[in-house]
Antibody, heavy 123, light 107 residues
Framework: QVQLVESGGGVVQPGGSLRLSCAAS????????IHWVRQAPGKGLEWVAF????????YYADSVKGRFTISRDNSKNTLYLQMNSLRAEDTAVYYC????????????????WGQGTMVTVSS | DIQMTQSPSTLSASVGDRVTITCRAS??????LAWYQQKPGKAPNLLIY???SLESGVPSRFSGSGSGTEFTLTISSLQPDDFATYYC?????????FGQGTKLEIK
C-alpha cells in the first residue's frame, strides 16, 4: 500500500546537525511533490519544506530557511531533510507528506503522511 | 504569510451531535483549503480538500464549505471515532499555513 516511513530522528545538541530520511513505497515517487511538516510537543502543525516531484523547485518556511535543505533521490524513492544549526525550537516530530496530485506545478493538499520521527535538540 | 484562525479552540459535544468548526484566512485563498483530522500520537489524515471535496474513504458525515476567507467543517452526526483534533490548512501559496487546531472532546 501507499506508505511513507521516516527515520533519522534523535537527540542532538544545539548547533548540531541531523539528516532525516523518508522512504516511499506503493506509488510512483518520482511523480509527486513531497513535504516536511513538523509538530512541536503539544503544539500544532508547521509546514517546513517542499520539493517538486522532479526536484526542480524547493520552498522553505522562514523559520528554517538557510539552515535546512530538502532533497530527494528518485532512484531510491527517498526524501531527505538536512538540518543544520539546530535550535531548541526545532524540537518536534517531523512528518513527510505527499502531494495529492501527480506532476503538480501548483500547491496541493497532503494526502498521505508518514508516522513521523522525533527530533530533540537539547544539551 | 497568510494567517489561518480556527474557532473554537476546544469544542465539547456528544455522540450524535452536529458540530461545525470555522476557519478564517487573513486574505483570500479562493478554495485552496484542506481539513485534517489528527488523533493523539498519530499523523494527520486528510478529510477535505479544495474546501468542499471529500477525500476518498472519508465518511460522508464530514463536509466542508466556504471560499475566499471563510470556511467551515461540519460533522453531521458525531461518532465515537471523531473525537480528535482538526486542523485547517491553506495551500494557496507555497508558504502553507495551518490553523492552530480545534480539539473536539466528549461532553
Amino acid at each position: 500500500q501507499v506508505q511513507l516511513v521516516e527515520s533519522g530522528g534523535g537527540v542532538v545538541q544545539p548547533g548540531g546537525s541531523l539528516r532525516l530520511s523518508c522512504a516511499a513505497s506503493g506509488f510512483i515517487f518520482s511523480t509527486y511533490g513531497i513535504h516536511w511538516v513538523r509538530q512541536a510537543p503539544g503544539k500544532g502543525l508547521e509546514w517546513v519544506a517542499f520539493i517538486r516531484y522532479d526536484g526542480s523547485s524547493k520552498y522553505y518556511a522562514d523559520s528554517v530557511k538557510g539552515r535546512f535543505t530538502i532533497s530527494r533521490d528518485n532512484s531510491k524513492n527517498t526524501l531527505y531533510l538536512q538540518m543544520n544549526s539546530l535550535r531548541a525550537e526545532d524540537t518536534a516530530v517531523y512528518y513527510c507528506a505527499k502531494d495529492q496530485i501527480r506532476n503538480g506545478y501548483n500547491p496541493d493538499a497532503f494526502d498521505i503522511w508518514g508516522q513521523g520521527t522525533m527530533v530533540t535538540v537539547s544539551s | 504569510d497568510i494567517q489561518m484562525t480556527q474557532s473554537p479552540s476546544t469544542l465539547s459535544a456528544s455522540v450524535g451531535d452536529r458540530v461545525t468548526i470555522t476557519c478564517r484566512a487573513s486574505q483570500s485563498i479562493n478554495s485552496w483549503l484542506a481539513w485534517y483530522q489528527q488523533k493523539p500520537g498519530k499523523a494527520p489524515n486528510l478529510l477535505i480538500y479544495k474546501a468542499s471535496s471529500l477525500e476518498s474513504g472519508v465518511p460522508s458525515r464530514f463536509s466542508g464549505s466556504g471560499s475566499g476567507t471563510e470556511f467551515t467543517l461540519t460533522i453531521s452526526s458525531l461518532q465515537p471515532d471523531d473525537f480528535a483534533t482538526y486542523y485547517c490548512q491553506q495551500y494557496n501559496t507555497y508558504s502553507y499555513t495551518f490553523g492552530q487546531g480545534t480539539k473536539l472532546e466528549i461532553k
